[in-house]
């Protein structure tokens, strides 16, 4: 299958979390990275992105998930206390670090109880293993995943990581400093061939000789390195904090000048590395014409410019949801959209302690739009039938569209009223004949005016 190995970005950044309206595009979280090879879900380092990461997962009875950690500095752990799986009973996390001083379990447990945090991780309800390994090991996750491993040039070390699967194979080299001269030969050879490589690029060669010996890249070095090893696609990744929306836009397209197809990591990108040029999309990439193309057919998204909905899928996230598993309960807290992009779903109803079902739904279509207008709880529960996936459009993006275009604001809120009058009117007919069957049932004597 062309879909069943891929990466999303859930935290971009080194260093230090840096969220604000210099890094909305790009994003503020630290490293985290989700890999999904089949069935298998590896987590690439636990830093803030780690946070949303869960939320995304939060329609689910616990997961089981592989955490490659490079190294143990905060902006690589720091989300592992807010991952919400990990509070699940049902979950199973395998945490994995290279040449870890004393052992990655007693890492994790001085840095995960009181006074740092409230629930120290043994209170934690998911089933923790750790496993350390040498840098240069080959690491045994399943069969069909090879995952190979090189040591770092990084203060207190790091791990460098090849993940192949099927035949294609994602690289992540975070964080490390490049040799004075020439290129590391032991990640050259781990890189060699590779179809994406995500590769520190904290600095870039005008601020790399004020930061020798901080145990980080630049993007230049990447770009030899890859071009060194005759991998494919780069993707520079832990930008400095500092790093603005503006420096990265430049960026990225300086960098797919010289080497097309390389480009900036951003928050919500999706990669695939079997696409031609890797970017197959996601609600955070702007440029997802498929995305762009099934939300364009729906009557709430009618009259809205590309550029809008780029917009607002670069504000949303992509939920996922195995079959019989819910998106959400009846009486549950409500303020997102959803728009189904695979499977089906059911739209369910209690009553009198019976669970009814009133529809069911494919791709393409939307539930959960009442939300976007009372905000008041789910007055139904919606059931995948099918391994589902939907774009979650929340009210908070939808409110920044406001700010930034009250006319397309306007025209969705028109579209909503719409669609929810033409529900209305059905209700209305398929009331008006269950009232008349009843009075018709009751004295059989009904006569028409
Ligand atoms: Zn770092
Ligand atoms: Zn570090």
């Not at 390195?225 to 990744?237: D, G, K, P, S, Y």
Request: charged fraction near 25%; glycine fraction near 8%.
């Amino acid at each position: 299958m062309a879909d069943d190995f891929y990466l999303r970005f859930w935290g971009v950044r080194g260093s230090c979390p840096c969220p604000g309206p210099d890094t909305l595009t790009y994003g503020g979280n630290t490293s985290c990275i989700e890999v999904r090879a089949g069935d298998h879900m590896l987590i690439l380092d636990a830093g803030t992105g780690l946070q949303p990461l869960g939320e995304s997962l939060r329609a689910r009875d616990g997961i089981e998930a592989d955490i490659l950690l490079s190294h143990i500095h905060y902006d690589h752990i720091l989300g592992l206390p807010f991952f919400r799986p990990a509070y699940h009973p049902q979950s199973h996390l395998r945490i994995w670090a290279g040449d870890c001083n004393g052992g990655i379990a007693v890492a994790m447990h001085r840095f995960v109880q009181p006074p740092f945090f409230p629930v120290p991780l043994q209170q934690m309800s998911a089933r923790f293993s750790f496993r350390d390994f040498s840098a240069g090991d080959e690491l045994k996750l399943a069969p069909e995943i090879r995952v190979r491993t090189v040591a770092l040039n990084h203060p207190d070390g790091a791990t460098g990581y090849r993940i192949d699967y099927d035949g294609r194979s994602i690289c992540y080299i975070t964080d490390t400093e490049h040799p004075d001269q020439g290129y590391d030969r032991d990640i050259a050879d781990l890189v060699r061939d590779a179809d994406i490589v995500v590769y520190d690029a904290t600095y870039n060669d005008e601020d790399y000789p004020a930061h020798v010996g901080w145990g980080h890249s630049t993007w230049e070095a990447g770009l030899a390195l890859c071009e060194q090893a005759n991998a494919r696609i780069l993707v520079v990744f832990h930008h400095a904090p500092e790093r603005t929306d503006a420096e990265l836009a430049v960026l990225d397209q300086e960098l797919d000048r010289r080497r097309p197809g390389s480009l900036v990591a951003r928050e919500g990108m999706v990669l695939n590395p079997e696409a031609p040029d890797a970017k197959v999309l996601n609600a955070g990439d702007a440029m997802s014409d498929a995305r762009l193309k099934l939300l364009q057919q729906m009557p709430i998204f009618g009259g809205i410019t590309d550029d809008v909905l780029a917009f607002l899928l670069a504000r949303s996230r992509i939920l996922t949801c195995n079959a019989g598993d819910y998106f959400f309960n009846e009486g549950d807290p409500a303020g997102e959209l959803y728009v189904l992009e695979k499977g089906r779903v059911e739209i369910l109803r209690n009553w009198q302690e019976q669970e009814y079902r009133i529809s069911t739904m494919a791709q393409g279509d939307c539930f959960g739009e009442m939300a976007l207008i009372d905000f008041c709880p789910r007055s139904a529960s919606v059931r995948a039938l099918e391994d589902c996936s939907a774009i979650e459009l929340s009210a908070s993006a939808l409110h920044e569209l406001y700010e930034k275009d009250p006319g397309q604001f306007t025209m969705i809120y028109m579209n909503l009223a719409r669609e929810l009058s033409r529900r209305l009117r059905e209700v209305n007919d398929l009331l008006f004949q269950a009232t008349i069957q009843v009075r018709r049932h009751e004295n059989d004597c009904i006569h028409p005016t």
